[in-house]
């Protein structure tokens, strides 16, 4: 169960920092706090390089970006790119132009690469830092919620393929991790639902204390003032990282944080990128505790519980997709990034705070014919 620190030991007021430290594979320093730009640029000051390449989305330049950017540029030679925004990053076309510009750009070994943005920036920024010359530092500056309390946890760089998400790629931790919750300010609703989805699934899979937490502080509308949104995304950090710390390749123990995430994975990609992440997923979690309990595995209770914090607390409200029919789920699905082989594998819950663990194996195999059942059932729903 995760301890939650004192209140003296997490970020009270603008400017104040606080280091993470996550104890995963290559864990590298994560400093989190509101309003702590300026010490960014102090700190870049205690590492040797010899120019920065700086990656944004240009709606993120426009508000927080550009004033970052000029901050640094002020100090060091730094040069800025604009990415394609959300999922259309995750591409080949994309990373292949980011490498070449930066070898045309005079990249060296001695560059360092920083991702200004969300998770898709990350991942494009992370897989370029990986790939170019074998591998140079880069420094992730995570923009929403998702990024901050999920994405950079997990040291997973990837992109896209034309059959599925994140079927190519490597871990590849950044330099360090610097957290900012004033760049909070301007995300989007659905994407800040996005971040906390992730909480509210930590907390089935492993957390019930935190689960009560989440419920208690939920609102549809995500309304907080600066110190609360702080305190919620810090605490969705500490939920993640105990599961961190026991897997930190998530190939074993770690493999729950996918709960409900195959079927999630799969409807935004059939979305083409026209739905947030967190929707998806939203979706994905309701739909996998509907065949948790059709395998008899949790009780009717679970599955509500799933459908008032996501609809009713969170404010994920949105009906299935019209068209997303089952067989298209399950023919997409079939391409997950997790599959051993042919047969459909899924993340089930036992119970609050647990998942279901059938001869050591966390990725239970199910027959297409009960997942094409249940997903008939949640799309034909009113």
């Known amino acids: 169960m995760v301890q939650y620190p004192s209140e003296r030991s997490r970020p009270n007021k603008p400017g104040e920092i606080i280091e993470l430290r996550t104890c995963v594979k290559e864990s590298r320093p994560y400093y989190f706090g509101y309003k702590i730009e300026e010490s960014l640029i102090k700190k870049l000051r205690e590492y040797e390089f010899d120019r920065l390449f700086f990656y944004t989305e240009k709606n993120l330049i426009e508000s927080f970006g550009k004033s970052l950017f000029e901050s640094i540029r002020a100090e060091y030679p730094c040069e800025l790119t604009l990415l394609p925004s959300g999922e259309h990053c995750k591409h080949f076309p994309v990373l292949e132009k980011t490498l070449v510009d930066l070898t045309e750009k005079g990249a060296s070994k001695k560059s360092m690469l920083i991702a200004f943005g969300g998770g898709t920036v990350g991942n494009l920024v992370g897989l370029s830092a990986g790939l170019l010359y074998r591998g140079v530092r880069f420094i992730e500056v995570p923009t929403s919620i998702t990024g901050q309390s999920d994405n950079v946890l997990s040291n997973k760089q990837g992109i896209n393929g034309k059959n599925g998400k994140n079927h190519f790629g490597f871990y590849h931790a950044p330099l360090f991790v610097w957290g900012d919750t004033q760049y909070l300010a301007t995300e989007p609703l659905n994407s ?3 971040g906390i989805v992730e909480g509210i699934k930590n907390g089935f899979i492993s957390d019930p204390d935190f689960l009560d937490y989440m419920e208690n502080v939920l609102n549809p509308d995500v309304n907080y003032s600066d110190a609360e949104l702080t305190d919620l995304v810090y605490r969705v950090i500490l939920s993640k990282l105990p599961i961190l710390q026991r897997d930190p390749t998530e190939r074993v123990y770690g493999a729950i944080l996918e709960y409900g995430h195959t079927f999630g994975h799969a409807l935004e990609w059939l979305m083409g990128g026209e739905m947030f992440h967190g929707e998806a997923i939203s979706h994905g979690l309701r739909i996998a505790a509907r065949l948790s309990r059709r395998l ?29 029919t089952a067989q298209k789920m399950i023919e997409t699905m079939r391409s997950d990034n997790k599959k051993t082989g042919p047969d459909l594998r899924f993340v089930l819950l036992k119970k609050t705070g647990e998942c279901h663990n059938p001869e050591g194996d966390w990725l239970v195999t199910v027959d297409d014919a009960i997942v094409e059942e249940i997903l008939e059932e949640f799309i034909g729903a009113k």
């Open 296 to 324: 008899g595995l949790i009780d009717q209770a679970v599955v509500e519980r799933h459908d008032y914090l996501i609809v009713e607390k969170l404010g994920f409200s949105q009906p299935f997709p019209v068209g997303i």
């Open 192 to 194: 800040k639902r996005s």
